[in-house]
């Protein structure tokens, strides 16, 4: 049972590029979510899925999209990315929503230039 | 606007002492209240859950209490240890615009001196 992963753990980006960032659970949880952490901001939510095949918009959802084609995959896309981006990004998941506890990935660590 | 605050942002003690972590909260009309734990490059773990019916939760040497009157929950740790160094973030749970949502503070970051 790994619990949440995320792939990969750094990257660094040059302005425009574009990537995916993964995340997968193995603990058959409905709910997945995105999150940036940013120094002096706290996290704050991007994107959530409630189930396979949906996807909602969190808090700061501008310029990213994300796909929940499998219930145990939720992936972060960035189609063009800006410095503004840069920052620890976390995948959590829970089984029920918001009312449960949330289990969390270790990090991506992104950098644009 | 809903805004989570904890205060200090960080804060040192020796090995044993009992310690208390703030968490401050605006709009009272949240669901619930959840404290984590964050080591350094690492995720997020959760320690407690306090429904917004509930006033307090235990686990071990943590106790974490829920005053949403005042817009307050404390977590206390009993006979701190090094191991428990580490960022302690709390977060809210609440409707915006018809969404739910999970609020964090910015964490108080803790240092267990031995």
């Known amino acids: 049972n790994a619990g949440v992963t995320q792939t990969p753990k750094f990257r660094v980006l040059k302005t425009g590029q574009s990537m995916t960032l993964l995340c997968a659970q193995d603990?058959?949880?409905?709910?997945m979510y995105w999150y940036r952490q940013d120094p002096g901001m706290g996290l704050r939510l991007i994107h959530y899925?409630?189930?396979?095949?949906?996807?909602a918009k969190g808090e700061v959802p501008d310029g990213y999209n994300v796909s929940r084609l499998k219930k145990q995959n939720f992936l972060l896309g960035l189609e063009s990315a800006a410095p503004s981006q840069t920052s620890v990004y976390f995948c959590?998941?829970?089984?029920?929503?918001?009312?449960?506890?949330?289990?969390f990935g270790p990090g991506t660590r992104l950098l644009v230039l | 606007k809903q805004e989570v605050t904890q205060i200090p942002a960080a804060l040192s003690v020796p090995e044993g002492e009992n310690l208390v972590l703030n968490c401050s909260f605006t709009d009272s009309a949240i669901y619930n209240l959840q404290w984590f734990r964050q080591d350094p490059g690492k995720g997020l773990t959760s320690l407690l859950l306090?429904?917004?019916?509930?006033r307090e939760q235990t686990s071990g040497r943590l106790n974490a209490s829920l005053d949403k009157s005042s817009g307050r929950s404390t977590l206390y740790i009993a006979a701190s240890q090094p191991g428990d160094s580490a960022t302690y973030l709390c977060?809210?749970?609440?409707?915006?615009?018809?969404?739910?949502?999970?609020?964090f503070g910015q964490g108080t970051r803790l240092t267990i001196n031995p």
């Open positions: 899925s409630v189930g396979e095949g949906t996807t």
């Open positions: 959590a998941s829970s089984y029920l929503g918001f009312q449960e506890t949330q289990y």
């Open positions: 977060a809210v749970r609440l409707m915006i615009q018809g969404a739910q949502k999970l609020v």
């Open positions: 603990m058959n949880h409905e709910y």
């Open positions: 306090i429904q917004s019916s509930q």
